[in-house]
């Protein structure tokens, strides 16, 4: 009999507030170039301010979520995005704009520390980082049917603050601080797993998501410089793009692991990287709307199984962080790389770089998937002479890691246990069990 799961929604919430940021990162860096008149470059660069600070924050507090506690650390990094981008939304100043977005990095990379921490203890992670996309798309996609008619520089800044503020209360159902590891076993010495397999991840992810965020940052001026199209135009096409990517991240649920984790990974990013081409090289609305949908449909599905595989390296969550980190250097750079690259070569050329890049950095990243997909057994299910026929069944299934013997490991010797030798009665010495008879009776 399964325990029935139980939905983890302070986290599915925590895992919105920090990742909505990045996801709006292209009317934000818009509205700072037409509300301050910043070049594209400077906003760019504010942009990958914002989203440095972020991935700061989560290199310094990957190891320190169970120590300084879950709920202490959420609530910090809750206030500071709402200071931070708050106070960045109500000024015109230039360099307090620029000290705001900072602030508020910090703190958003602060929660999605704290929620990637603890998404990596669930039973599940990868059903728990599917429904924190599928929150944080919807929200997102809300925010980009809103915010075009709409005027003002701080729209989208001021959206990120008031969801801090909204997620706030569900933080008293985070755990405090523990006196020591989660997790027993193996797993809970300090030194960190997978070493290799994590820094070959950590840095795929970095150049995965510079390539991402790269077309994410100037998508907008592709839309309204190359495609000609207006910016309310622009702003339903990504609402409907992240809409799409709704169903991609419904489809990733419902898919789990039974496909494991390398063929969504690999064949997904080259699917992605051909998206990226199209939207780049985009002159219409056809082509414009046609890349960004396909795009956003298969990114979170991606994402969502990369986090999983992250997660999966160390359950105490300390490379789901790093990784996470890694990802937002990327996520950092991406605007100002987009930047530099559409106006030194135009955005087509921008695109079918990227995409070569993307199908390079496919192979180490499937390389990990395939290399660890099976090292999860399933629990139960390992033989008494050894574990590696139950690995056949634990390679299809989203099984926790640290719950029973890795594959690979030597197998556990039979000993026999010498009874006391005391002869055993024989057959005839005992009679039929009779409900009429009184004890002692013949």
Known sequence: MFAPRTTPWPLVALFTAGYLAPYLLPTTVGRLERGLGLSATQAGAVGSALLLSSATAGFLLASRVERTGARTLARLGLLLAAVGYGAAALTTAVPAVVAGAVIGGVGSGTATTVAATRIAAERDPHRASTLGLLSVSALAGVVYLTVPHLPGHGLTLAAIALTALAVWPLTSRLPGRTAGPRVAGPEATTRLPHRRSGAVLAGAMLLWSLAQNALWGVSGRIGVGQANLSEPTVGVVFAVALGAGLLGVLGAGALGARMGRALPIGGGTVLIAGCIALSASATGLGSFAAGEIAWNTFYPVVLSYLIGLAASLDPRGRWAVLVGSASSLGTAAGPLTGSVLSAQ???????????????????????????????????????????????????????????????????????EIPLDGTPSAARGAYDTAAATRAPGSP
């Open 345 to 415: 070569a135009g955005f087509p050329v921008m695109g079918a770089v990227l995409g070569a890049g993307l199908l390079v950095v496919a192979l180490p990243m499937t390389a990990v998937a395939l290399h660890t997909g099976g090292r999860p057994l399933l629990p139960g299910a390992v033989r008494r002479r050894g574990g590696h026929p139950a690995a056949v069944v634990a390679a299809a299934t989203a099984t926790p890691a640290g719950l029973v013997p890795e594959v690979g490991a030597p197998e556990q010797p039979v000993i």
